[in-house]
């Protein structure tokens, strides 16, 4: 049994696919369910707006949802970027929809988003890098209203040399910090794929990350492709029980009215997840 719990669709401002599209991608790989978590990521300083009405959001997608039952289940959720001055707005954005689950990622690092060069300017990639998981200490010293910690070291997919001399160890005090701090706070992290898709050969985060995830008490741990596009869906999930099942975890964690459901990983069939 595998869902994809993050996923992209139209209602994102990188993304064109019809949710319908990414849910019939989701059928032909065989997956049991997915999880739709559009962007919203106010006061973004690029050129892309990333935010959504919930209510045509919910329109859309509750009546697909429905559509499909029987053949695949169909969640409904959101992919917060967070920054600390956003608290109270999030938390009346979230009170405006049933939400199944909620990502709170770091995509912007104050005012810069990591995707773009202007971030390292001035900085090594060392500094650039530490500056970024230090922003996530800042934000959840503010924030409780989300789920899960969407990928850890997003900031490796974009630095001037990837992640060619980045690892766990080189940032392990505030990492294990950023570890220690969700698990105190009930939360999960997410094993997030897109990270062989933009060639590091690693999920975000790293299996380094995830195996002292689950030393420390870690459970709670979602899976997604971070699609965009149909045929991103159930990405390179084939590595999925290899990944899990050596970093220590049994289960993994599927979000429902927000709340953990835990599911057994077990082998997925040879035939599951074709192109």
């Not at 090594?124 to 969407?150: H, Q, R």
Request: aromatic fraction near 16%.
């Amino acid at each position: 049994m595998y869902w994809d719990t993050h996923m992209h669709c139209r209602f994102s401002g990188d993304s064109a696919a019809e949710p319908e599209e990414m849910i019939l991608s989701a059928i032909r790989k065989r997956l049991d369910g997915v999880c739709f978590t559009d962007h919203i990521d106010w006061d973004y300083p690029g050129p892309t707006p990333f935010h959504f009405d919930p209510e045509k959001y919910f329109a859309v997608l509750k009546p697909l949802s429905e559509k499909y039952k029987g053949r695949i289940s169909v969640h409904i959720g959101a992919e917060l970027g967070l920054q600390p001055h956003l608290k109270q707005r999030y938390d009346a954005f979230l009170s405006m929809g049933d939400f199944d689950q909620v990502i709170g990622s770091s995509h912007v690092v104050h005012g810069f988003d990591p995707y773009y060069p202007d971030y390292y300017a001035g900085k090594t990639e060392d500094e650039a890098y530490l500056e970024y998981f230090e922003s996530i200490l800042e934000n959840l010293a503010v924030f409780d209203n989300f789920d899960v910690y969407g990928h850890i070291d997003y900031v490796v997919r974009y630095g001037p040399n990837k992640n060619a001399y980045y690892s766990y160890e080189k940032f392990k005090d505030v990492i294990d910090e950023i570890l220690r701090t969700l698990i105190a706070k009930g939360k999960g992290i997410e094993l997030n794929m897109a990270g062989f898709k933009y060639g590091l050969n690693h999920p975000n985060p790293t299996e380094a990350i995830l195996k002292q995830y689950r030393r420390l008490g870690g459970e709670i741990l979602t899976i997604g492709s971070d699609a965009h596009a149909p045929d991103q869906v159930a990405y390179d999930y084939q590595k999925i029980y290899t990944i899990l099942k050596e970093a220590g975890f049994t289960h993994y964690t599927v979000f429902q009215k927000r709340k953990p459901v835990f599911y057994k990983i077990m082998p997925p069939p040879a035939t599951q997840f074709p192109s």
